[in-house]
């Protein structure tokens, strides 16, 4: 549109990002431009730990046009992820011309007249570039969230967040509490029990987890997307899909419960010097805190945009919840139900379709 340098900004070159942009071409939205945070392509899977198997991680869904095992020609459930998905998502930028810009470090998007300018910095140097709409797919690995406690300042110990986890070597001979329902926190659990030499670990998280031993079915999938929708769509911030789910109980988690690997004890209350204490007078002394306790979106460079409700989400609208309400020329990836790999694909093509129609082009 007139005054601006590119139809729409794509923040953000994972999977959700590039789904986006691959879209944007079938849509005929051809003046884009596709910015991302890291070095190289791969997102945040090249940061996860070492050990992280795709069989183990939350499997990455095949981006549309080239599955990951058509582009690596080989069964990908025994390889890391923090390799195979950033060769997987460089090749794919490859086979579709996909132009990804990198590093570029948004720092933040503000209004103009034009629509958005967005300022950044890349190659050591200020800039700004002016969008007509917006794609944000910057996802949470940058938001680690760890949970406010009375004492945790003053834990003379080791803490870390699932973000800082790099193998369970780090914890030979050391007293692990992980803390956290989610998957990661039962799979460090699990690896840490098993493979660290003369570790001892313990379990809590604010709610009992739950095991699911049947299979994830299609009408459970949609019930966890839904319930995720129908609050960002009043304006609230979403919940994780495993709180609808539960855990699914595989060999691995079934062996490791007849181990004793499982115990779960409820939330502690406080944090001292030497470990953490219940209200009942309990206490634990451990040498490690590991936070298993999920991400946050990563937004602060849309503050300016005052998108925030009072409710501490963005209420969002459209056909699959990925349009901001407040103004239909910023389309949210990776924010509520489009947050699963699973669901990346299918917002992304809602998203260019979005921005599409907007331009007129549909």
Same mark, same amino acid.
């Given at each position: 549109?007139?005054?601006?340098? !590119?139809?729409?900004?794509?923040?953000?070159?994972?999977?959700?990002?590039?789904?986006?942009?691959?879209? #944007?071409?079938?849509?005929?939205?051809?003046?884009? @431009?596709? %910015?991302?945070?890291?070095?190289?392509?791969?997102?945040?899977?090249?940061? +996860?730990?070492?050990?992280?198997?795709?069989?183990?991680?939350? +499997?990455?869904?095949?981006?549309?046009?080239?599955?990951? !095992?058509? &582009?690596?020609?080989?069964?990908?459930?025994?390889?890391?992820? &923090?390799?195979?998905?950033?060769?997987?998502?460089?090749?794919?930028?490859?086979?579709?011309?996909?132009?990804?810009?990198?590093?570029?470090?948004?720092?933040?998007?503000?209004?103009?007249?034009?629509?958005? &300018?967005?300022?950044?910095?890349?190659?050591?140097?200020?800039?700004?570039?002016?969008?007509?709409?917006?794609?944000?797919?910057?996802?949470?690995?940058?938001?680690?969230?760890?949970?406010?406690?009375?004492?945790?300042?003053?834990?003379?110990?080791?803490?870390?967040?699932?973000?800082?986890? =790099?193998?369970?070597?780090?914890?030979?001979?050391? +007293?692990?509490?992980?803390?956290?329902?989610?998957?990661?926190?039962?799979? @460090?659990?699990?690896?840490?029990?098993?493979?660290?030499?003369?570790?001892?670990?313990?379990?809590?998280?604010?709610?009992?987890? %739950?095991?699911?031993?049947? /299979?994830?079915?299609?009408?459970?999938?949609?019930?966890?997307?839904? =319930?995720?929708?129908?609050?960002?769509?009043?304006?609230?911030?979403?919940?994780?899909?495993?709180?609808?789910?539960?855990?699914?109980?595989? *060999?691995?988690?079934?062996?490791?419960?007849?181990?004793?690997?499982? =115990?779960?004890?409820?939330?502690?209350?406080?944090?001292?010097?030497?470990? !953490?204490?219940?209200?009942?007078?309990?206490?634990?002394?451990?040498? !490690?805190? #590991?936070?298993?306790?999920?991400?946050?979106?990563?937004? *602060?460079? @849309?503050? /300016? @945009?005052?998108?925030?409700?009072?409710?501490?989400?963005?209420?969002?609208?459209?056909?699959?919840?990925?349009?901001?309400?407040?103004?239909?020329?910023?389309?949210?990836?990776?924010?509520? /139900?489009?947050?699963?790999?699973?669901?990346?694909? +299918?917002?992304?093509?809602?998203?260019?379709?979005?921005?599409?129609?907007?331009?007129? #082009?549909?």
């Amino acid at each position: 549109m007139a005054g601006a340098d !590119v139809d729409v900004a794509v923040l953000g070159a994972g999977q959700a990002g590039l789904s986006g942009a691959y879209y #944007l071409v079938k849509f005929g939205v051809d003046r884009s @431009l596709i %910015v991302d945070h890291y070095e190289r392509p791969g997102g945040a899977w090249q940061h +996860r730990w070492p050990t992280l198997t795709l069989a183990t991680a939350n +499997r990455v869904h095949d981006l549309p046009g080239l599955g990951i !095992v058509e &582009a690596l020609g080989t069964d990908c459930d025994a390889l890391p992820a &923090a390799s195979a998905v950033p060769e997987y998502f460089g090749q794919y930028e490859d086979k579709f011309g996909i132009e990804v810009q990198r590093p570029v470090h948004v720092r933040r998007v503000r209004p103009d007249p034009a629509g958005f &300018a967005i300022d950044h910095v890349r190659d050591g140097r200020d800039a700004t570039v002016i969008a007509s709409t917006l794609i944000n797919a910057t996802g949470t690995w940058d938001r680690p969230f760890i949970p406010f406690f009375a004492g945790r300042n003053t834990f003379r110990g080791t803490q870390l967040h699932t973000h800082d986890y =790099r193998g369970p070597a780090d914890f030979a001979g050391r +007293r692990v509490l992980v803390v956290g329902a989610g998957i990661s926190a039962v799979q @460090l659990l699990i690896e840490i029990g098993r493979e660290a030499p003369g570790a001892q670990t313990f379990w809590c998280s604010r709610r009992e987890p %739950v095991f699911d031993p049947g /299979p994830f079915s299609p009408e459970r999938g949609r019930e966890a997307v839904a =319930r995720v929708e129908r609050r960002v769509r009043a304006g609230l911030p979403p919940t994780s899909v495993v709180s609808v789910t539960g855990l699914p109980e595989n *060999d691995s988690i079934r062996a490791a419960r007849r181990d004793g690997l499982l =115990r779960w004890r409820p939330m502690f209350t406080a944090i001292d010097a030497d470990g !953490v204490t219940w209200d009942t007078g309990e206490r634990l002394d451990v040498d !490690v805190l #590991l936070w298993c306790t999920g991400f946050r979106s990563s937004l *602060d460079h @849309l503050g /300016p @945009l005052h998108l925030r409700e009072a409710g501490g989400g963005i209420t969002m609208t459209g056909r699959l919840a990925t349009t901001v309400a407040a103004d239909h020329r910023i389309q949210l990836l990776g924010y509520g /139900p489009s947050a699963s790999t699973i669901g990346a694909n +299918r917002a992304g093509r809602e998203a260019a379709r979005n921005v599409a129609e907007y331009l007129g #082009l549909t």
